[in-house]
């Protein structure tokens, strides 16, 4: 890791390196943006007091409504209407999902979980990929109540990949399939109570 006036890290992106910076920004409560790219790709990971608030980035795993729809959470004109009213709103969709009470805290923490391990390990395979932390104040807009702790993320990472039954498969493909039934259960049981 190369530390740039005691604040800025990056290095190449590499699993070990990664980890360690993430347990950096955790301890550190660090505030700003991870930047992780290759040379056609990028994801935008958003930290707010060392927590993943936010994702973004070229690829569609970046985009929460992807992982939303891949485990029909919701309808694909759910979603449309969704996007719409937080870009009307300038909030991040997982925000406005917070907000509006479609799901309760909880569930969107899981959501937040596996879709910030889901862009990770996707990161992970690009051959000639490359990280930066780039520190800088978050947006009001982008401030969220839902919050995935950077320490417990590298360690879920670890998890991810040494974790039983992974013999095989890719991990994150596994862990949302089983999360993304029980995470589209509690989101219907929430709406059906609203």
Do not use: C
């Not at 009307?88 to 997982?94: D, F, H, R, V």
């Not at 992974?166 to 596994?174: A, C, H, R, T, W």
């Amino acid at each position: 890791i190369h530390f740039r006036k005691a604040l800025t890290m990056k290095g190449t992106l590499k699993k070990s390196l990664l980890l360690e910076t993430l347990n950096g920004l955790g301890t550190g409560k660090k505030t700003g943006t991870l930047h992780l790219t290759d040379p056609s790709q990028e994801i935008k990971i958003y930290f707010d007091q060392g927590a993943v608030i936010f994702i973004s980035g070229s690829i569609k795993e970046a985009r929460l409504e992807h992982l939303l729809i891949r485990n029909r959470i919701f309808s694909v004109e759910r979603i449309k209407d969704l996007l719409l009213t937080a870009k009307k709103e300038k909030k991040p969709l997982l925000q406005l999902l917070f907000s509006k009470k479609l799901a309760t805290p909880a569930t969107l923490e899981k959501l937040l979980k596996i879709h910030a391990r889901q862009v990770v390990l996707k990161a992970l395979t690009w051959p000639k990929g490359s990280y930066e932390f780039k520190p800088a104040r978050i947006d009001g807009y982008t401030t969220a109540k839902i919050r995935y702790d950077s320490r417990q993320f590298a360690h879920d990472i670890i998890d991810a990949a040494t974790g039983p039954g992974v013999k095989g498969k890719n991990p994150s493909d596994e862990s949302s399939q089983n999360t993304g039934l029980t995470l589209k259960n509690e989101i219907l049981q929430k709406m059906t109570d609203l």
